[in-house]
């Protein structure tokens, strides 16, 4: 990645008209001046966006759905014009900004491959270069010379990737549109964008899986009704998301405010106190502690999570979060192999019904790595009286890699007909495991992989 800007959004507004009937367009299409906004009202899709992305960055987009995620990608792309404010990009896009989109569905797919090649800017002569490595990757057989109308959306898609990451973009957009394909062919999609971002590559993508933007992205925007709220490390901007998502629609307000405030002191000059959460990890990876060979779990109480986020509690709360021994014990050093205990308190002020608990393990950088919940939907507990308190315990053997891991802690209910978080506390419980000289595993999670191998001919 380098310092140069790849795309530029500054003062960013767009605004559509909303007619209340049909003919008030017509009457507006006739109106003089300033007559003609009495015939419609607008809509603010986007308000005011500010930001940089640098080649080959590759930049996650979450938000709710209709805060304007899928409008920014077509201002970048060109789509669309705004309606105050710049877009400067630099470099040639190609974009996936939806199903079937730049595609005639009369024209046969290999007539679309030359329609979309010459769009993103290449000649015919470059498009036959890449004609058998497009149709090779989007594996439609001879659906090829039919008409795209005939297409399932699968197939739409596969040919309009295809074409997509076979010009050599500078710059990749794409709008959840791999959410189509199959998981072989997502995987083959991944793969391949793994591969444009080593190339140094600008991506930017919309994504509901927390999962992807977490295990891709550089950084991560938060749009929510049309503001940029949250931009950072996915981690971060991921957890407000999560939080915004699951608040109750009385305190998204407050969340909104607390988010527009944090977003400005992001910009402020750091406080010459205290360390930021990413700084307390650094910090506690190089600690003397962090190579300590003792034998047996123990409790570290310089290892504090800095970076816990919780929920808005709706009628339950989670307590007292830790990690102990079989025996009771509290700890947050353990060791691979051994086994421990999750534990919390749930402590409810209202009636609350199919209630049930969980946990989750992350990585530092917010991979999901597993977890549980205590039982199925349909064997929730029916009713928690107010006033009631719970012990929840979740035993698990540690098969993780040496290195620092989070805990999550979440209390499910149901509000409605909606199952909802009642509570939730993200990186509730920072532990480490500690090193072991002896570990022939990769990865995060040790599999217990038993390896043979044999060899043939002499030997030195």
């Not at 109750?248 to 977003?263: D, N, Q, S, T, Y």
Request: proline content about 4%; glycine content about 10%; hydrophobic content about 40%.
């Amino acid at each position: 990645m380098s310092f140069e800007t790849s795309i530029r959004v500054s003062g960013l507004h767009k605004s559509f008209p909303v007619y209340d009937k049909p003919h008030h367009r017509l009457m507006q299409m006739f109106a003089v001046g300033d007559a003609k906004r009495r015939w419609f009202r607008e809509f603010h899709a986007l308000t005011g966006i500010d930001f940089e992305i640098h080649k080959g960055e590759t930049v996650g987009i979450v938000g709710r759905n209709g805060s304007g995620k899928s409008t920014l990608l077509q201002l970048i792309c060109g789509t669309l014009s705004p309606t105050l404010g710049n877009v400067e990009v630099s470099g040639r896009i190609a974009a996936l900004l939806e199903l079937g989109a730049g595609f005639n569905p009369e024209f046969t797919g290999r007539e679309n491959v030359f329609l979309n090649g010459t769009l993103l800017g290449l000649t015919r002569a470059q498009v036959e270069g890449l004609f058998d490595e497009i149709v090779a990757f989007a594996d439609i057989g001879d659906f090829i010379d039919q008409p795209v109308k005939s297409y399932s959306s699968g197939m739409y898609i596969r040919l309009a990737f295809a074409v997509a990451i076979n010009v050599t973009p500078d710059i990749l957009i794409v709008d959840e549109a791999l959410s189509v394909g199959d998981e072989a062919f997502q995987r083959k999609c991944f793969s391949r964008i793994e591969r444009i971002r080593n190339q140094g590559a600008t991506i930017l993508f919309v994504s509901h899986s927390a999962g992807t933007v977490l295990e891709l992205c550089n950084r991560a925007i938060l749009l929510d009704r049309g503001e940029l709220l949250a931009i950072g490390a996915p981690k971060r901007v991921v957890s407000s998301y999560q939080k915004l998502l699951y608040a109750p629609e009385a305190m998204v307000k407050g969340i909104r405010e607390r988010f527009r405030r944090e977003l400005l002191e992001q910009a402020a000059p750091p406080k010459p106190s205290g360390l930021s959460s990413e700084q307390n990890l650094k910090a506690i990876e190089d600690s003397p502690l962090a190579v300590d060979e003792s034998p047996d779990a123990y409790f570290d109480p310089g290892l504090q999570s800095q970076s816990e986020i919780r929920f808005e509690a709706r009628g339950a709360r989670v307590n007292d979060p830790h990690l102990e021994t079989l025996g009771g014990q509290r700890v947050n050093v353990v060791r691979t192999g051994a086994e421990y205990v999750f534990a919390y308190t749930a402590d409810f002020s209202e009636l609350a019904s199919a209630v049930r608990f969980g946990m989750l393990i992350k990585s530092v950088s917010g991979l999901e790595l597993g977890g549980a919940v205590t039982s199925q939907s349909l064997d929730a507990i029916d009713f928690v009286n107010a006033g009631a308190s719970v012990s929840v315990k979740f035993r698990f053997r540690c098969l993780l890699a040496p290195g620092t891991y989070f805990l999550n802690a979440g209390i499910r209910g149901r509000i409605g007909e909606e199952e909802t978080f009642l509570d939730r506390v993200l990186d509730a419980v920072l532990f480490r495991v500690a090193p072991d000289p002896g570990r022939l595993a990769t990865g995060y999670v040790d599999f217990a992989v038993q390896s043979q191998f044999s060899m043939s001919g002499e030997t030195p």
